[in-house]
């Protein structure tokens, strides 16, 4: 098992390496740099952009940019935001918690709402209840993150006022009993994530619903038949087990697109994570802090295949390492 | 498998009793889907109306902004049928407009996303070894980074974005999962008995992977594909809502719908029918996507 | 004969409604299985031999079913009148069933003991690990060493002769009457097919249960079978004692499978074949089923569908020359000629 956890560790560490020296690339592909003024906006005075050039040590050789820049990232060092003035690692620090409270809980909702609605429509295949169950999934599924996030927000903030528009907790916040506080931070959590969450489950129930079925007609489900064993426990024991394994795969290839549907909810909601902070970066051309940003995300998909993949092991007998 | 059996008995004598080839029993399934049918005309109707709005609304009619106040932000009526917008543009003409944007933004980019996906990938899944272990490598670590904030990244670096940055921005943050997939099939089918049967008969390289390896490689690639599409709409739209999508004056869906959101709800019709065009188009590409999947499943079947 | 036979089938029909149409797999199929007799079940795939026995147990899925009419008479019961849990206390306690394919018949994410323990636990109520230790039991019953430790393991970690091992314990647990075994061999090497058969005998003598196996091979009825049944086209064709089936063969078909079988110490130049393929079960053909490559078929044969002959004591054969045996005679050398140009023989009236 340890060669086993080593080996994907290592696997993550060379894929965190490749994606740093990818934006290491990609900033200094682009035409210009933050220094060369840009073309709807102000000028620089050469003087001073030589000045800050230098201060940002952009005049130096590429390798030696690129072996200071990887020299700062094993320290975790990701440079200066331009907008904000702090460190980039600052920054996103402050950012993250809320994020990983977004995705975890839109992850949680998504993953046990979608395989129990696969697996109820899987079991009565072809009846009323799984076409509309589908239908509806797959409507959801088309529809984009910020216009779900829109009109939850017009329905449960303006028209039927019962849940606060954005932010992460009220102004009265600290004024409230610890009771009182974690109502204020659920309410506040349950938009935004019950959005994600509802195209999570809408994506993970098409697919489980497609790997029940998969699994359904197979031998050893027979065999479980065959023994005398409850229909109820064929499907919920011997062949949901089985099927749940692509869907924890899925779950994990799925955690980029989640990452980035999570941009669009935090703008809607004015939730104050990783992806709100990049989106203002855009406006503001704080490079530093949006390459940071996108290099985090990378950590946080590989940490979290690391995790799936404990997980599928945990599931699955075969994948285990012996 | 317990009733494949007698299954694969039908299957057997459905294929060589129709005796019809394996494309044509996809698409008369695909035929017989009604929801994928119904898809693929909604689809043939937006697309027709894209390619034909050059030829109807001429470029500079799509880009002005006439801005009559007495026009503002009409209700839809009798001439306006879609109401008009801060700009007293008709929204059902903008529509149009935009239709031909969004589109060929989703489709082109799309093109450039299946093309490099499926070279890249099947030159690593027929070197196999080393190269192909090295340029998976670079796949997983660029899979790995949200697509989302590459392309914020990418946006932010580069200062300007014109709609041919757009597409190629889109099409080449987008091609990842399609290599994977390619390279996957082409290192299976290289293992492939009649791939070694033309080797041994002296077939070059490249016509092994034309011939034999790059047909299988078709279908899964085109349902790819076709979600592809639908997903671009939606990133498309997205990237305009944070700022970073198709530029004034030029619209697409989303940055018609963004528009709109400034006025929201009391002007409501810029916005819903904005994004009714949007969750319509994607849903009915959804629909084709699944029905070509469902089809092209059932043909691969292998009577073993 | 002095007691009822432990199971009876009359008339059993099992149809599966699909897309191409009704196929009739198994099609008015009767015959009993005494206690602690083993009755072989012979047929090529697509016979529907394994549809029967997947009937008897009701482990027919939709799109097929069990047609009005059948009846499964078994310990006194209908089995097709019991309800759902009247059935399922049926499946793996007082009858159980031995899957083809060892690899697949077993849940790849749990453990072997779990699996063969489940029954315990279904059944007899048993605690887990009252339950444990009945397939530890059952593990050293069926011959595997360690069993304690095999237990413990999962199904990929085993050989197939040892997965097959791990079915056979697990229909056992609760000593059923009778064990259907589907093919039980057919997917392992010749030396293993050896091991499991003795095992099977074996236990039979042990435990007195009655066996129902279901094969294509008649090395292995011959090996274990004290009555056959022979399926063809869904029916049964010919059913017989043993012995009497190996020397004095009546049905066409049987002959063939006979004839087909390479036998040590005879030469031969090529092997017998039985011309022409199985038709589909969705269009069976009028008349008897195997007309189109019988040697010996002549006008009646597509006419008239022959019922069950009775050829001798215990002996059945659904062929008319049980009225007409004049008229097996081998055809003229221009139909032989055509045979081996792989050409369906035709029907020919003998002069």
């Known amino acids: 098992m340890r060669r086993f956890l080593a080996r994907r560790l290592a696997h993550g560490a060379a894929v965190i390496v490749i994606a740093a020296s990818l934006s290491f690339a990609l900033v200094h592909l682009a035409p210009g740099d933050p220094f060369s003024g840009s073309p709807d906006g102000f000028a620089i005075d050469p003087e001073t952009a030589r000045i800050r ?90 529809l984009p993150e910020f216009w779900l996030g829109l009109v939850l927000l017009l329905v449960f903030v303006y028209k039927v006022p019962i849940l606060p528009g954005g932010g992460v907790v009220d102004l009265m916040h600290d004024s409230l009993s610890p009771a009182g506080k974690l109502l204020d931070r659920a309410r506040h959590l349950a938009l935004p994530s019950l959005t994600l969450a509802l195209l999570g489950t809408a994506t993970i129930a098409r697919y489980q619903r497609a790997a029940l079925l998969d699994v359904l007609p197979q031998d050893f489900v027979r065999t479980a038949r065959a023994k005398g064993v409850a ?92 | 498998m317990t009733t494949v059996r007698l299954d694969q008995l039908e299957v057997r004598e459905g294929v060589a009793i129709g005796s019809s080839s394996p494309w044509q029993t996809a698409l008369r399934a695909l035929a017989r889907d009604r929801s994928a049918l119904v898809g693929a005309i909604v689809i043939a109707i937006i697309a027709m109306v894209a390619i034909v709005t050059p030829l109807v609304f001429p470029d500079d009619y799509c880009i002005a902004q006439p801005d009559i106040i007495g026009l503002k932000n009409i209700p839809p009526s009798f001439t306006h049928p879609l109401g008009t917008d801060k700009f007293s543009r008709d929204v059902l003409a903008r529509l149009i407009c935009g239709a031909r944007v969004s589109l060929s933004i989703a489709f082109l980019s799309v093109l450039v996303a ?20 090295l340029l998976m490598r670079l796949v997983d670590a660029l899979l790995a980074i949200p697509r989302v904030l590459l392309l914020i990244a990418v946006a932010t670096l580069w200062n300007r974005l014109e709609i041919t940055g757009l597409i190629l921005l889109l099409g080449l943050t987008g091609w990842f999962g399609v290599s994977r997939l390619v390279r996957t099939l082409v290192a299976s089918a290289r293992h492939d008995e009649f791939v070694a049967a033309a080797r041994a008969l002296g077939a070059s390289d490249l016509r092994i992977l034309g011939q034999h390896i790059l ?62 065009a949007l969750v319509v188009t994607v849903l009915a590409v959804n629909l084709v996507a699944d029905g070509l999947r469902e089809a092209l499943d059932a043909r691969q079947l292998p009577p073993r | ?156 970690q085993l050989s197939g002769g040892m997965r097959q091992r791990v079915l056979i314990a697990m229909a056992l647990v609760m000593n059923p009457a009778l064990v259907i075994a589907d093919e039980p061999t057919t997917a392992l090497d010749v030396t293993i097919q050896a091991q499991i058969l003795e095992l099977l005998g074996d236990l039979q003598q042990r435990l007195g249960t009655s066996i129902a196996m279901i094969t294509h091979d008649l090395g292995v009825i011959a090996e274990v079978a004290s009555r056959v049944v022979v399926m063809y086209g869904g029916e049964v064709v010919e059913e017989a004692r043993v012995e009497a089936l190996f020397e004095a063969p009546h049905h066409p078909y049987t002959e063939g499978l006979l004839h087909a079988m390479p036998r040590v110490g005879r030469r031969q130049e090529r092997l017998t074949v ?52 004049e008229r097996r005679v081998r055809r003229s050398d221009a139909v032989t000629a055509a045979e081996s140009a792989g050409q369906p023989p035709r029907a020919q009236s003998v002069a």
Not at chain 3, 75 to 82: K, P
Request: include cysteine; proline fraction near 7%.
């Open chain 3, 274 to 325: 039985i011309p022409g393929t199985v038709p589909p079960p969705t269009a069976w053909p009028s008349g008897c089923r195997f007309r189109d490559r019988c040697p010996y078929a002549w006008e009646r044969c597509t006419r008239e569908h022959p019922p069950l002959y009775q050829i001798g004591p215990g002996h059945t054969s659904r062929c008319h020359l049980a009225e007409e045996p």
């Open chain 3, 1 to 156: 004969m002095t007691q009822p036979p432990l199971l009876t089938v009359s008339d059993l029909r099992s149809y599966f409604y699909t897309g191409a149409g009704v196929a009739r797999a198994v099609d008015g199929v009767s015959f009993t299985i005494a206690a602690g007799e083993t009755l072989g079940i012979v047929g090529e795939s697509g016979c529907g031999k394994s549809v029967t026995a997947l009937s008897i147990l009701r482990l027919i899925q939709p799109p097929g079913r069990i047609e009005p009419g059948s009846r499964i008479v078994f310990e006194g019961q209908d089995l097709l009148r019991l309800d759902d849990a009247g059935i399922r206390r049926v499946r793996g306690n007082r009858i159980a069933m031995i899957f083809q394919e060892p690899m697949t018949a077993l849940n790849p994410v749990f453990t072997v003991g779990d699996q063969i323990a489940e029954v315990a636990r279904v059944h007899a109520s048993a605690s887990r690990r009252a339950a444990w230790d009945r397939a530890v039991e059952m593990l050293t019953l069926v011959g595997i060493p360690a069993p304690a430790q095999r237990a413990r393991e999962y199904p990929h």
């Open chain 1, 231 to 322: 229909e109820r426990w064929v499907i919920y024991r011997h062949a949901l087990r089985n099927a749940l394994l692509p869907t924890i795969v899925l779950a994990g290839l799925s955690l980029p697109t989640l990452l980035g549907g999570a941009v669009f909810v935090e703008q809607v909601f004015s939730w104050p994570g990783m992806g709100s902070e990049a989106a203002a970066a855009f406006s503001a051309r704080d490079y530093p802090l949006v390459v940071g940003a996108a290099l985090l995300g990378a950590v946080m998909v590989v940490i979290g295949s690391l995790i799936t993949d404990v997980l599928h092991a945990a599931v699955d007998p075969r994948v285990r390492p012996r």
């Open chain 2, 215 to 276: 047909p299988r490689v078709v279908s899964p690639v085109l349902v790819a594909a076709t979600l592809g599409i639908g997903n671009v709409i939606v990133i498309e739209a997205g990237l305009t809502y944070l700022g970073m999508g198709v530029q004034p004056p030029r619209a697409s869906w989303g940055s018609i719908f963004y528009d709109g959101v400034e006025y929201f709800p009391s002007v409501w019709w810029v916005c819903v029918f904005a994004g009714a």
């Open chain 1, 53 to 142: 050039r230098s201060e940002y040590g952009l005049d130096r050789p590429l390798l030696q940019q690129y072996l200071a820049f990887m020299g700062h990232l094993a320290v975790g060092d990701l440079g200066r935001s331009i907008r904000h003035g702090r460190p980039v690692s600052a920054v996103l620090a402050d950012a993250l918690p809320h994020t990983v409270l977004l995705m975890g809980t839109a992850l949680l909702l998504s993953f046990a709402g979608g395989v129990t609605l696969g697996a109820w429509q899987a079991a009565r295949r072809g009846s009323r209840a799984d076409r509309v169950a589908g239908t509806t999934s797959l409507v959801v599924v088309s």
């Open chain 2, 114 to 133: 299946a093309t490099v996906g499926t070279v890249y990938g099947a030159i690593a899944g027929y070197l196999g070894g080393i190269a192909d272990s």
